[in-house]
Every structure is written in structure tokens, then in C-alpha cells.
Nanobody, 117 residues
């Protein structure tokens, strides 16, 4: 069973920074990637960024240049470093573990990020 635990959310002023950690446990050896999604009230979920087993990264256009994902050597933890935060970044952020065959995604419980104008 896969378990994802994320934290680090909170209230920050526009232009500030936050770092969100996520720890993964369980059957994660075949995962294709790990990273973050986000969802604001009334909106669909959005992929924020992913890091693959080969350490390649993929970022949403809206966060490129501001957010950075990193991973520990055991490939069981990821960190989302968020800089130059904007009010539009306000959302619940979910740690995600993705598989490609078959396609599936697991999410954590989410952590609220609120960016004041």
C-alpha cells in the first residue's frame, strides 16, 4: 500500500517562499514519478511538477522559474521549493506518486497554501 504524507503549507505574503516536503512509503519501487498537484476551490486539479525515476523534471508553465522539485537519494521523499509566490498559487497542494503501466496516481491528504495579495 502506498502512503504519502505532505506538510509545510501555510500563509505567506506574495513574493515569499515555502518549502513542502512529502514522504512516500509502501509499494513505490515501480513508480514512474513523484511530485505535486494542486487544486483551488471550484477548479480542477492541476499538475504542478514531477520528478521521474531518472531525475528528469517536468514543470507546469505557470510555475516554471519559481518552483523547484528535489528528491532524496532513497527516492522516498520529495521537496517542493516555492519562491516568488503569487496569490494565484493559493490552493491545496497534494503530493503525488504516479505509475505509467498501468496508469495511476496516488495522492496524499493535501496541505493548504494561502498566498496573500
Amino acid at each position: 500500500q502506498v502512503r504519502l504524507v505532505e506538510s509545510g503549507g501555510g500563509l505567506v505574503q506574495a513574493g515569499g517562499s515555502l518549502r513542502l516536503p512529502c514522504a512516500a512509503s509502501g509499494s513505490i519501487s515501480r513508480a514512474a514519478g513523484m511530485g505535486w498537484d494542486r487544486q483551488a476551490p471550484g477548479k480542477q486539479g492541476e499538475l504542478v511538477e514531477r520528478i521521474t525515476d531518472l531525475a528528469n523534471t517536468n514543470y507546469a508553465d505557470s510555475v516554471k522559474g519559481r518552483f523547484t522539485i528535489s528528491r532524496n537519494n532513497a527516492k522516498s521523499k520529495v521537496y517542493l521549493q516555492m519562491n516568488s509566490l503569487q496569490h494565484a498559487d493559493t490552493a491545496v497542494y497534494y503530493c503525488a506518486l504516479t505509475y505509467s503501466s498501468p496508469a495511476h496516481t496516488y495522492w496524499g491528504q493535501g496541505t493548504q497554501v494561502t498566498v496573500s495579495p
